[in-house]
């Protein structure tokens, strides 16, 4: 999800559910140790619970950058083992990292030394021809062992050269099964489902079989898709606000980060998809698309897109039976 779970977006989901966990972008630790630190982990505190994911291969530089992120504030530090894309790799990181389980297991200890929160693993159940289960098992194994409790599993392999990202989160066969049975024969640790999955029903089916899913590119294209979250998953039985009351609760956000310098293309970019599927939802893509980002966009932006939508929605024709 790089350069779509910015801080900007998470603020956003955050209004739609109280207690599913947000991870950031994948942020590299060369960003973090010889760039500006400041920019890239600064969040508003009404993200958490919040998980920074970080990219990289080097012991020393990662459990230095979970540091630094253990200080701002963070819930969690979670390495990416599964990103397939060439830039990645030219890094020596992402997904490649299944490859080299020592490594791995090397920094998730050298993370876990300094930064005093928890240290998790997102990755793939295979790379390139190595799919079978025991690759996968031996992978979580030996990372397990250097104290990681928590794996986040998309249930596709990646192939390291032949597909683009987009291909990687398609191509692949879902192999749901291979992450069932990794909960079952490490019953100790936390496992998480991820990859291909649209529905909170479909939520709810993998939950029988693990301890938790994540969702990605659905919860950012339907974002409304989480505000039942809460009541469906959670037991929670607070009322979920709805799609308008979630836009016009962030006005003080977007007016405080106007005053800062944001633009507000950078803050309105991530509620394109709020109105999916609904009477009005194409107007008021369409009116953010073209007007936010425009030199002193202001808030005004956003309640006209409100209002054009409710006004498409009105003359929406409804079937009467007599």
């Keep these: 999800m790089m350069d779509w779970t910015d ?33 890239h982990l600064r969040f508003d505190a009404a993200e ?14 990662l459990a230095r950058s ?4 253990a200080g701002f504030g963070y819930d969690e530090i979670n390495l990416n083992c599964g990103c397939p894309s060439d830039r990645v790799q030219e890094g020596r990181f992402g997904a490649c990292l299944m490859g080299e389980p020592q490594r791995v297991a090397a920094a998730v200890s050298a993370m876990r030394a300094v930064c005093g929160i928890p240290v998790t693993v997102k990755c793939r ?10 690759f996968l098992r031996s992978f979580v194994e030996t990372v397990a062992a250097a104290g990681c409790e928590v794996f986040v599993v998309h249930a596709r392999k990646a192939w390291l050269s032949g597909l683009s990202p987009k291909e990687n989160r398609e191509i692949p066969p879902l192999r749901y099964e291979q992450v069932y049975r990794l909960k079952q024969e490490f019953p100790q640790l936390q496992i998480a489902i991820n990859g291909g999955i649209r529905t909170l029903e479909d939520c709810a089916k993998h939950l029988l079989h693990v301890d938790g899913v994540m969702l990605g590119r659905e919860a950012y294209e339907n974002p409304y898709l989480l505000a039942q979250v809460d009541r469906q998953l959670f037991g929670d039985t607070h009322t979920p606000p709805n799609r308008e009351e979630v836009v016009l609760g962030l006005r003080p956000y977007v007016e405080q980060e106007l005053a800062a310098g944001t633009a507000l293309g950078q803050i309105t970019r991530h509620l394109l998809g709020l109105f999916k599927g609904q009477p009005g939802g194409r107007a008021f893509r369409r009116h953010l698309s073209e007007h936010a980002h425009r030199r002193n966009a202001a808030w005004p932006v956003i309640e006209d897109a409100l209002a054009l939508t409710a006004s498409r929605a009105a003359e929406r024709p409804t ?3 007599a």
């Design 7 to 39: 801080r900007h977006c998470r603020y956003f989901l955050r209004r739609l559910s109280r207690h599913t966990r947000l991870y950031t972008e994948m942020v590299n630790t060369g960003a973090i140790l010889r760039g500006d630190a400041q920019r």
């Design 319 to 321: 079937l009467v039976l």
């Design 48 to 61: 958490h619970p919040l998980a920074l994911q970080l990219g990289g291969s080097e012991a020393q530089a």
């Design 66 to 69: 979970a540091a630094i992120g």
């Design 125 to 134: 159940i295979g790379i390139d021809d190595s799919e079978d289960y025991v």
